[in-house]
């Protein structure tokens, strides 16, 4: 019998790739593009559908076993729906159905960073393991969780959405959710510069700014996470400071899945892990015991890179049962 292909999808915030590949997780091709968040929410999934068509190329469509998207959230899992992302202006965008429609394959939606939790589990770190939790820090921050074997879903597939546990109670930051005092708005790719710039003003109303803020100072709000990270390797004192205080709240935020999940592993991925593993990692690993009640698991950057997400979708889309309750 000629062996079957599927098509996993990983949707970021600016960002889509997509692969063809085996149940044995091979790929065997992929494609990525930069995504247009135009105002038609019909332009922007046709951008969806037409790089799926890229990857199939050339292949009968008897032989796609069917395709998966994995995307940033809050999703309606059951309904197809992506109600809402923190980084898009749609709301309730019906991208299953559209998907089958468009492209005649079984389709499936699963949270993004669920996704790689899956990944992980089947190809990565998890391998073997039961209580496994991963962590995405990138341009938003996500968290999938698989306790006793199984993937956390939650009643409409949102489960383990830890970028939006409150870290500040005080609410000094806005997330992009529109809510406020969220792990993601301090310690994402889009938080950090948010954060540096809170932290200048705090430092200079106190009187303990530094006489200079370094390059950092100069055009702050035009700075980025790199800029924060960068600057820091340098040993720019303020940016040490700002990246000290990121590595505190992540480890809060670490103390909370620990306590919330209690995982013998936590894997790391996303840019901003991915590009910075110690900074990121090391803080964590410090820390992280001083907020948690339940014993600290092994803390470490994902060894499949930014490939978790995409190799989870791929399972997916062979074994739908990976998303049922």
Same mark, same amino acid.
């Given at each position: 019998m000629e062996e079957m292909l599927g098509v996993g999808i990983d949707l970021g915030a600016t960002r889509i790739r997509a692969c063809l590949g085996t149940r044995t997780g091979r790929i065997l091709r992929r494609k990525a593009r930069n995504m247009v968040v135009s105002a038609a929410v019909g332009e922007y999934l046709?951008?969806?559908?037409?790089?799926?068509?890229?990857?199939?190329?050339?292949?009968?469509?008897?032989?796609?076993?069917?395709?998966?998207?994995?995307?940033?959230?809050?999703?309606?899992?059951?309904?197809?729906?992506?109600?809402?992302?923190?980084?898009?202006?749609?709301?309730?965008?019906?991208?299953?159905?559209?998907?089958?429609?468009?492209?005649?394959?079984?389709?499936?939606?699963?949270?993004?960073?669920?996704?790689?939790? &899956? *990944?992980?589990?089947?190809?990565? @770190?998890?391998? /073997?393991?039961?209580? =496994?939790?991963? #962590?995405?820090?990138? !341009?938003?921050?996500?968290?999938?969780?698989?306790?006793?074997?199984?993937?956390? &879903? *939650?009643?409409?597939?949102?489960? @383990?959405?830890? /970028?939006?546990?409150? =870290?500040?109670? #005080?609410?000094?930051? !806005?997330?992009?959710?529109?809510?406020?005092?969220?792990?993601?708005?301090?310690?994402?790719g889009t938080g950090i510069p948010a954060l540096a710039r809170l932290t200048w003003e705090e430092l200079e109303k106190s009187g303990r700014a530094p006489s200079s803020g370094g390059k950092l100072r100069v055009g702050m709000e035009s700075v980025n996470a790199a800029d924060v990270f960068r600057e820091a390797e340098r040993g720019d004192s303020f940016a040490l400071h700002v990246v000290n205080e990121v590595g505190r709240l992540n480890a809060i935020g670490v103390a909370n899945i620990t306590d919330a999940y209690d995982p013998e592993l936590v894997t790391i991925g996303g840019g901003v892990a991915l590009n910075n593993p110690e900074r990121v990692l090391s803080p964590i690993r410090k820390m992280a015991g001083d907020y948690a009640i339940n014993r600290v698991p092994e803390v470490r950057i994902t060894p499949l890179g930014d490939n978790a997400g995409l190799l989870g979708a791929l399972s997916v889309s062979f074994d739908p049962s990976l998303i049922s309750p």
């Open positions: 046709e951008q969806i559908s037409t790089i799926v068509a890229q990857v199939t190329n050339d292949v009968p469509p008897g032989k796609i076993q069917g395709v998966c998207l994995a995307s940033p959230g809050p999703l309606d899992v059951k309904r197809g729906l992506i109600t809402h992302t923190a980084n898009l202006p749609y709301r309730d965008v019906p991208v299953i159905a559209f998907l089958k429609e468009s492209l005649g394959f079984e389709a499936y939606l699963v949270n993004d960073a669920n996704a790689a939790a &899956l *990944g992980e589990k089947e190809r990565g @770190a998890g391998k /073997g393991r039961s209580n =496994i939790f991963y #962590l995405t820090i990138s !341009t938003g921050i996500g968290g999938g969780a698989i306790v006793d074997g199984r993937l956390l &879903l *939650g009643k409409e597939g949102n489960a @383990a959405e830890v /970028g939006h546990i409150t =870290i500040d109670s #005080l609410g000094r930051l !806005t997330c992009g959710c529109g809510k406020r005092g969220h792990w993601e708005a301090y310690c994402s």
